[in-house]
């Protein structure tokens, strides 16, 4: 310890102008000499991003002070005009040496809340000793904290901006054209059906219990399902900002929505593609088995997941702008990598056991042709991969974001 703080006041008035008052002792070995450069200070920063904004004015002390003695600190200061969450530090420091706090002395916080709408709307936060250790200690379990929260909050505030952009979005991509909307479900159709042919048809591929051709497509759609959907929004996501630029540039405008639009957008989809499917069933094998109850379990981690790798690459995508064309050169290699219009016997073990997008395909089958709930195992793994990714991707994002209208 090598400096206390004594009956502190920090207060503000309507004016938005700071009073700082306190006694600080000194616990060093030094003697404080205003003549060598010794003064009592405040650095204010941006609470939101940590950047430094104002290296304010110090004051000398007014004798020496030697090891034990204290002496008597006033700081009138204004703060800045702008609306925000700002974070003021009070420490001693020597010109040309150091400022003491970032030595690890302990020095005055306190926050301050300054409103949107005028400057009478200000808040002071309780001020309290604490040093640059604790600071780190107590804003690492904060971001902790904020990690888990934050992804939720997004989309649970902003669930009717991500209606809306969800619905232009489908609407606005066949704008124009003669069937419309109908595209959304005809696309995967013919896609699917492209497939069917190729490895139905042609190559005469069979797996699962029945043999037919009739059993091949079903199997086959099954594992489609859940690809639909995310091979759709992480193909989009890393030119998703680049499309939506006049949005990022708005300081308004939640920007972390954009991914979540196409994870929606893709999840509509397969949802009429589910309704589709169950059609299928019931013309070819007259029932929908009620192992297909178990659906949202699977549906919940495959949300979490294509969430937080859309975040990821919408991000990353700002800064490598050929992510788009890379990404759909690994999306074509991760297609045939899982056993969807194969059987597993033709794929290596270790290589589809690994593979995310496979567990989805089989719980997909289990529910819908096997009768059977998915597996434990797998799933189990499955939800913990998806959260981490979810909580990891919106990090990543969030972090970079302040950057996107610069770099757009």
């Known amino acids: 310890m ?23 002792r000194n616990e060093s070995s030094e003697t404080w000499r205003g003549a060598e450069g010794f003064a009592v200070g405040y650095h204010l920063f941006d609470a939101d991003n940590g950047n430094l904004i104002v290296d304010g004015e110090r004051v000398p002390p007014e004798h020496e002070v030697k090891p034990g003695g204290s002496t008597h600190v006033r700081l009138d200061f204004a703060l800045p005009l702008g609306a925000g969450r700002y974070e003021i530090f009070f420490s001693p420091m020597r010109e040309g040496v150091a400022w003491y706090y970032e030595c690890g002395w302990p020095f005055l916080r306190t926050e301050v809340l300054v409103g949107q709408t005028s400057r009478a709307d200000l808040e002071v936060c ?37 209606r809306v952009m969800v619905r232009r979005d489908i609407l606005g991509r066949y704008r124009g054209s003669f069937a419309g909307a109908f595209w959304t479900i005809i696309n995967p159709l013919l896609l699917m059906a492209t497939y069917f042919y190729v490895f139905g048809v042609v190559l005469q591929s069979r797996f699962g219990a029945d043999n037919s051709r009739s059993g091949f497509a079903l199997y086959f759609l099954a594992g489609m399902l859940p690809w639909l959907a995310f091979s759709e929004a992480a193909g989009r996501a890393p030119s998703v900002m680049l499309e939506h630029r006049n949005f990022v540039k708005k300081l308004v405008f939640a920007v972390e929505t954009l991914p979540v639009n196409l994870v929606v957008s893709g999840l509509v989809t397969e949802c009429l593609a589910i309704i589709l499917y169950c059609g299928f069933l019931l013309a ?5 088995p009620l192992t297909a109850l178990w659906l949202p379990l699977l549906l919940v981690p495959q949300v979490l997941f294509t969430a937080g790798l859309s ?8 800064f490598v702008r050929d992510l788009g064309q890379i990404m759909g050169f690994v999306l074509t290699i991760w297609f045939f990598v899982t056993p969807i219009c194969y059987p597993e016997a033709a794929a290596r073990a270790w290589l589809y056991s690994k593979n995310p997008i496979y567990v989805l395909v089989k719980g997909y089958r289990a529910i819908f042709l096997d009768h059977s709930a998915p597996a434990f195992g797998p799933l189990w793994k499955l939800w913990l991969l998806s959260c981490v990714i979810f909580i990891v991707g919106h990090a990543w994002f969030y972090k970079l974001r302040k950057s996107f209208p610069d770099l757009l």
């Open 284 to 288: 070819l094998r007259h029932t929908v």
């Open 126 to 162: 309780p001020t309290k000793t604490t040093t640059m250790a604790a600071l780190r200690r107590e804003r690492a379990i904060r971001a902790v904290g904020r990690a888990f929260i934050y992804p939720v909050r997004t989309i649970w505030r902003n669930c009717g901006l991500i």
């Open 2 to 24: 090598s400096a206390t703080y004594l009956k502190p006041e920090v207060t503000l008035d309507e004016s938005g102008t700071m009073h700082a008052e306190f006694d600080i």
């Open 311 to 318: 975040w990821f690459l919408a991000a990353l995508g700002v």
